[in-house]
T-cell receptor, first 115, second 112 residues
Framework: GAVVSQHPSWVICKSGTSVKIECRSL??????MFWYRQFPKQSLMLMAT?????????EQGVEKDKFLINHASLTLSTLTVTSAHPEDSSFYIC???????????FGSGTRLTVV | DAKTTQPPSMDCAEGRAANLPCNHS???????VYWYRQIHSQGPQYIIH???NNETNEMASLIITEDRKSSTLILPHATLRDTAVYYC?????????????FGQGTRLTINP
């Protein structure tokens, strides 16, 4: 079945630095990927939709200059959290849209801690 | 905006059937109902989805009412490993993209 690999699984960074999270579709091509954020004891919040070769579409209230999304190939999308602050600490999850089957496969998530 | 309503929590005894309800009274005719679950600190796992007809796979059954305003996910023989948060999602086309927008889900606890 479709597999989405997300890396790293966890990361700790200092305030003010940038962190890049990768999301790869291993055995299929994903023209569309989604990025979510999840705070403790809360549901997943959709941040943006990423389409291969074009600019990402951000949800209302998500700062596009802070959360940079690049989807340069059909198997890789990256999320860069720029100038990270402690309030950016969260669980970030990507999802890739597949052409067949149930259509959506999620990565295992990245836990970001900003200190 | 989530279009579903689920009870925040439920309990079920191990070995029994777990029936998780979901209301989606504003669903449109071409919108699918998806079910995912999330075990602590992991990515969501697909369970099942459907449009109008009832569906069954190796994990669960999905019963959709005739008017499509509600559905029930059935785990036929719940085990301790089924303890998770279960999300009922109506997939909606928003600005051309078919997004999955998560609601608050139901925290299902399977008791020994």
């Amino acid at each position: 079945g479709a597999v989405v690999s997300q890396h790293p699984s966890w990361v700790i960074c200092k305030s003010g630095t940038s962190v890049k999270i990768e999301c790869r579709s291993l055995d299929f091509q994903a023209t569309t990927m989604f990025w979510y954020r999840q705070f403790p004891k809360q549901s997943l919040m959709l941040m943006a939709t990423s389409n291969e070769g074009s600019k990402a579409t951000y949800e209302q209230g998500v700062e596009k200059d802070k959360f940079l999304i690049n989807h340069a190939s059909l198997t890789l999308s990256t999320l860069t959290v720029t100038s990270a602050h402690p309030e950016d600490s969260s669980f970030y999850i990507c999802s890739a849209r597949t052409s067949g089957g149930h259509g959506y496969t999620f990565g295992s998530g990245t836990r970001l801690t900003v200190v | 905006d989530a279009k579903t309503t689920q009870p925040p929590s439920m309990d079920c005894a191990e070995g029994r059937a777990a029936n998780l309800p979901c209301n989606h009274s504003t669903i449109s005719g071409n919108e699918y109902v998806y079910w995912y679950r999330q075990i602590h600190s992991q990515g969501p796992q697909y369970i099942i989805h459907g449009l109008k007809n009832n569906e069954t796979n190796e994990m669960a059954s999905l019963i959709i009412t005739e008017d499509r305003k509600s559905s029930t996910l059935i785990l036929p023989h719940a085990t301790l490993r089924d303890t998770a948060v279960y999300y009922c999602i109506v997939r909606v086309p928003i600005q051309g993209a078919q997004k999955l927008v998560f609601g608050q889900g139901t925290r299902l606890t399977i008791n020994p």
